[in-house]
């Protein structure tokens, strides 16, 4: 079995693995407030393990930097005053070197703290704090594809990768799931998140979930029927989002000579109507399944038919919002603000990405956005 101080060696080196292709000046750019700088990401996850474990559990330690707490909080109000998180790209200083010099130092006093036996406490919160890295490293993959793709010259991230660029169905057809009262919820003894926790129990109708999630080809098939511009198929603010931004096709497609392309992370390429639909948000996704005469699951059928499914491709939206289970319980202090203080205005998707680190997805994980957001490796499973 992997110790702690193995696992935790392996998150860190693998959100560092993540950052080996960029360029000094590609750690530090900010194109859009909702996806922070690279820097940033290597700093707060380094903040993280030095706020929460190190300070108040390592003896005789100092911290790297008194500033770093402003600069590297993200939400945690109860660990004090942050930087604006639109403002995260303006930090030119501290510089990179210096970031990589923090997380170096965080790690040093990590690994003496783990050389000893600790507590179950500080068990619960490392194993917290990985799981939080982990998060932050498919963010940092994502906000990474964004910045590039926001520049005029497309470059790719890594020309070498095989990840993220090749992802078809292995299924087609439905599978049928009948009615009944089902339990939702994390029923292992584990880790997982908070937001997971509350055993209940729901009614579920009998349905039939698409065993694929939508194909480029299929979407383009919704985009040639004018869906973007037939407002019977939006919701009312969906349809605003529609008209606001001028959109006509998911983020990073490009329509040039009748041909679709779109920005990948191994550059610009002709979009492959086999592959897997991705970068979509919920508005287009209700939109879509409203033109198929179809609709999204919920969070609660998703779960119940997750055993037969084969998903981790994409996030895949659920007409679910983002609510708490039954006996939802906050932790005290900072901990507490990790999930439930966003069970507002979003709405939950399950299953994982290709971008998704591994060991970090389950059937009962619950992520969430606003229903506009695109940015993440989002796709489409239909029910009917």
Known sequence: MTSLKQQYQEVRSYTQHICKPLKTEDYVVQVADF??????????TTWFFETFILIPNLENYTLYNSDFS????SYYNNAGDRVLRANRGNMTRPTVDEVYSYRK???????????????????NLLTLGLNHEQQHQELLLTDIKYMFGQNPLFPPYNTETTLLDQEQNTESGYVKIEEGVYKIGYKNKDFCFDNELGVHKVYLHKFEISKGLVTNKEY?????????????????????????????????????????????????KKVDPNNILKHISFYEAMAFAEWKGMRLPTEFEWEIASSKLNWGQRWEWTNSTYLPYPNFKKAAGAIGEYNGKFMINQMVLRGASIATSSNHSRPSYRNFFHAQEQWQFTGIRLVK
């Open 220 to 268: 383009i098939e919704f985009i040639e029927a004018n869906g973007y511009s037939n407002f019977n198929l939006w919701l009312d603010e969906g349809w605003s989002w529609v008209q606001k931004n001028k959109k006509n096709a998911p983020l990073y497609w490009h329509k040039i000579k009748n041909d679709w392309f779109y920005y990948t992370l191994k550059g610009f």
């Open 35 to 44: 996806a922070s700088p690279a820097k940033w990401h290597l700093a707060h």
């Open 70 to 73: 402003f600069l590297f909080n």
């Open 105 to 123: 130092y965080v790690d040093d006093s990590m690994i003496q703290l783990l050389e000893n036996k600790i507590s179950i406490e500080i068990q």
